[in-house]
């Protein structure tokens, strides 16, 4: 079974600085993918970045970053340059590699982003 | 359009009642998948289809909830008999394929939000 754990039910930070999320996540699977995706009051749920178990280097895409700790089973979201368009639900799930991919979900942290 | 629209994007229903949510997945994805995210959680799995087979429906929670995918594009999740618990908003997500590369991500649409009076 795999499981995810978000920690920080809020963040809040201020605009053009950075914040990170935290993410831990319990697996039996030795291989598997991490992903973040960003849910604003709308709905959607969008795709930000992916980091795959066997990835030696830390994603990133643009403003966005992820720093992979296997060892600890941490996957948490850095988000450089805070805007105040990155205010939003932040979820961190996890899909084994095997199976049909299905994603397992944290319970998000809510980020606010002030002026 | 070119992501995964569902319909409707509100549904309110007397208990008892039965509902139908459609997902039109982005055109071409093999996989689609339903979750459930009540308010305050992240999304739960419901089921998973590859084309127009059911290949897992480990997340239903109850036999009255049914889903299909007939010709392998669009999809119709079903609740008979609606109950209170039912309540939360129902995202469809797809993807391009199946075992494609783990990179691929799951592309949602906006939700369905159910309220059950």
């Known amino acids: 079974a795999q499981k995810i754990t978000q920690t920080q039910p809020g963040m809040f930070v201020q605009e053009k600085e950075a914040v990170t999320l935290d993410c831990t996540y319990d697996?039996?699977?030795?291989?598997?993918?991490l992903f973040w995706y960003k849910q604003p009051s709308s709905g959607e749920m969008i795709f930000l970045i992916y980091q795959g178990s066997y990835d030696e280097q830390n994603a990133t895409e643009g403003r966005y970053s992820l720093n992979f700790q296997k060892a600890r089973k941490s996957a948490n979201l850095v988000i450089s340059a805070s805007q105040l368009g990155d205010s939003a639900m932040y979820f961190c799930?996890?899909?084994?590699?095997?199976?049909?991919?299905?994603?397992?979900f944290g319970t998000g942290t809510r980020l606010l982003v002030s002026p | 359009g070119a992501g995964v629209s569902q319909s409707p994007r509100y549904k309110v229903a007397k208990r008892g009642q039965d509902v139908a949510l459609r997902c039109d997945p982005i055109?071409?994805?093999?996989?689609l998948f339903w979750y459930q995210q009540a308010l305050g959680q992240g999304p739960e799995f419901l089921t998973y289809?590859?084309?127009?087979?059911?290949?897992?429906k480990s997340g239903l929670p109850s036999d009255r909830f049914f889903a299909e995918r007939p010709e392998g594009s669009v999809s119709t999740l079903k609740i008979q008999r609606t109950q209170q618990e039912d309540s939360a908003v129902y995202l469809c997500?797809?993807?391009?394929?199946?075992?494609?590369?783990?990179?691929?991500?799951?592309?949602f649409g906006d939700g369905t939000r159910l309220s059950i009076l």
């Open positions: 055109s071409g994805h093999v996989s």
């Open positions: 697996t039996s699977d030795q291989s598997y993918g």
């Open positions: 799930a996890m899909r084994a590699n095997t199976g049909f991919q299905k994603l397992v």
């Open positions: 289809f590859q084309n127009e087979a059911q290949l897992d």
């Open positions: 997500a797809s993807s391009l394929a199946g075992k494609g590369p783990p990179s691929q991500p799951q592309h």
